[in-house]
C-alpha cells in the first residue's frame, strides 16, 4: 500500500475498488456527528476540501489492507 499521505483521488479510487462507502469509511475513522457516520468528511477529502493528515491516511491504509487479508484468506486451500 501506500507508504505516504494518500490524495483525495486515491482515496476514492480505493473507495471504488473495495465498494466501501463513504459512511462505512467515516464510522471506522469515528467521524460521527449526532450518533451517525459523517460521509460528508470523507467527501470532502475526495474533492480536496481537506487534506489527509499523517495519521488519518495511515488508518485508512490500514482498513484496506484488512480487505487483502480478509481475500488471502478465503482464497487459501482448505
Do not use: C, W
Not at 32 to 51: C, D, L, Q, Y
Not at 52 to 69: A, D, K, T, V, W
Amino acid at each position: 500500500m501506500l507508504d505516504r499521505i494518500m490524495t483525495g483521488d486515491e482515496l476514492k479510487k480505493l473507495r471504488s475498488e473495495y465498494d466501501v462507502t463513504q459512511s462505512e469509511l467515516a464510522s471506522y475513522l469515528g467521524y460521527i456527528s449526532n450518533g451517525k457516520p459523517n460521509r460528508s468528511m470523507i467527501a470532502r477529502f475526495e474533492n480536496n476540501h481537506a487534506v489527509i493528515n499523517p495519521r488519518i491516511s495511515r488508518l485508512i491504509q490500514n482498513y484496506f489492507m484488512e480487505f487483502n487479508r480478509v481475500e488471502e484468506f478465503e482464497h487459501e486451500p482448505q
